[in-house]
């Protein structure tokens, strides 16, 4: 069964950093490419960094510049280091293979406010 545990989310101002990590279980791990996703309220769930098992990543827009995501596979973890962050970042964190499953995890809450 494949499952994906966050952590790492929290209360910081704007301008702070966060480290988010993932840890997947029930897949070949290192095989896949997995994303973070982030949920805000009313909005819709949506992708804003993934990375290959070789490594190669990708970031939405709104996050190129501030987000880093990278990958520990002899840990089945999947980090995302998010600096200079600002109030619309706020939302739960997802991680999740590219494309997504159906196996979502509980998320971890990120929320941005002075």
């Known amino acids: 069964q494949v499952q994906f545990v966050e952590s790492g989310g929290g209360l910081v101002q704007p301008g702070g950093s966060l480290r988010l990590a993932c840890i997947g279980s029930?897949?070949?791990?290192?095989?896949?490419?997995i994303s973070w996703y982030r949920q805000a309220p009313e909005k819709a769930r949506e992708s804003v960094a993934r990375?290959?098992?070789?490594?190669?990543?990708n970031y939405t827009d709104s996050v190129k510049g501030r987000f880093t995501i990278s990958r520990d596979d002899a840990k089945k973890t999947v980090f995302l280091q998010m600096n200079s962050l600002k109030p619309e970042d706020t939302a739960v964190y997802y991680c999740?293979?590219?494309?997504?499953?159906?196996?979502w995890g509980q998320g971890t809450l990120v929320t941005v406010s002075s």
């Open positions: 999740n293979v590219h494309p997504p499953t159906n196996s």
């Open positions: 029930g897949i070949m791990f290192r095989f896949y490419t």
């Open positions: 990375i290959t098992g070789t490594a190669s990543t």
